[in-house]
T-cell receptor, first 116, second 110 residues
Framework: DTGVSQDPRHKITKRGQNVTFRCDPI?????LYWYRQTLGQGPEFLTY????????KSRLLSDRFSAERPKGSFSTLEIQRTEQGDSAMYLC??????????????FGPGTRLTVT | EDQVTQSPEALRLQEGESSSLNCSYTVSGLRGLFWYRQDPGKGPEFLFT???AGEEKEKERLKATLTKKESFLHITAPKPEDSATYLC???????????FGKGTKLSVIP
């Protein structure tokens, strides 16, 4: 078990550019979550997948944000036309779909996005 | 709207000085109360899940407890390596998302 991995770890982009992040969950986990964290705040929920189905989306997830999990394994989060307010740590987490520990979410190291 | 409030925002302890962190939550139909540890620049590390009032869990110098509207993280005889931000989160019925507090930044001075 290698844990949740995220790529890239850091991304610097210019305002108006598009960026895409990747998340690989723990192998047997069928639920995958995206959160965003800014300095001094706790993570804020963005969206959640069960297998390939996107089941919940936060109102924080504007039209410029899109997430996919095409084969129920890895997921991508794309931000179009980035704005300076998008600068944050983007965290991915995964959890088991069943069993006594199904609500426990395990986080990856995050992708730090800086929009200049 | 679900709210999670943590106090204090920051806490400085001498090595060996025990203390408690507080987390209050408002969600109805609590599915779980979660504690995480977060080091600077890293993702949150899972510590505990509590499901019902009266439940307690322990791990090394940490013990988490749960009441109907609060949870406490007790730190016994802390060491400098316990320095981190401790995050509390809840999950309510009908949703798998976690709602986090802002965290308590703990500093343990040798």
């Amino acid at each position: 078990d290698t844990g949740v991995s995220q790529d890239p770890r850091h991304k610097i982009t210019k305002r108006g550019q598009n960026v895409t992040f990747r998340c690989d969950p723990i192998s047997e986990h069928n639920r995958l979550y995206w959160y965003r964290q800014t300095l001094g705040q706790g993570p804020e929920f963005l969206t959640y997948f069960q297998n390939e189905a996107q089941l919940e989306k936060s109102r924080l997830l504007s039209d410029r944000f899109s997430a996919e999990r095409p084969k129920g394994s890895f997921s991508t989060l794309e931000i179009q036309r980035t704005e300076q307010g998008d600068s944050a740590m983007y965290l991915c987490a995964s959890s088991l779909g069943e069993g006594g520990r199904r609500y426990e979410q395990y986080f990856g190291p995050g992708t730090r996005l800086t929009v200049t | 709207e679900d709210q999670v409030t943590q106090s204090p925002e920051a806490l400085r302890l001498q090595e060996g000085e025990s203390s408690s962190l507080n987390c209050s939550y408002t969600v109805s139909g609590l599915r779980g109360l979660f504690w995480y540890r977060q080091d600077p620049g890293k993702g949150p590390e899972f510590l505990f899940t509590l499901y019902s009032a009266g439940e307690e869990k322990e791990k090394e110098r940490l013990k988490a407890t749960l009441t109907k509207k609060e949870s406490f993280l007790h730190i016994t005889a802390p060491k400098p390596e316990d320095s981190a931000t401790y995050l509390c989160a809840d999950s309510g019925a009908g949703s798998y998302q976690l709602t986090f507090g802002k965290g308590t930044k703990l500093s343990v001075i040798p």
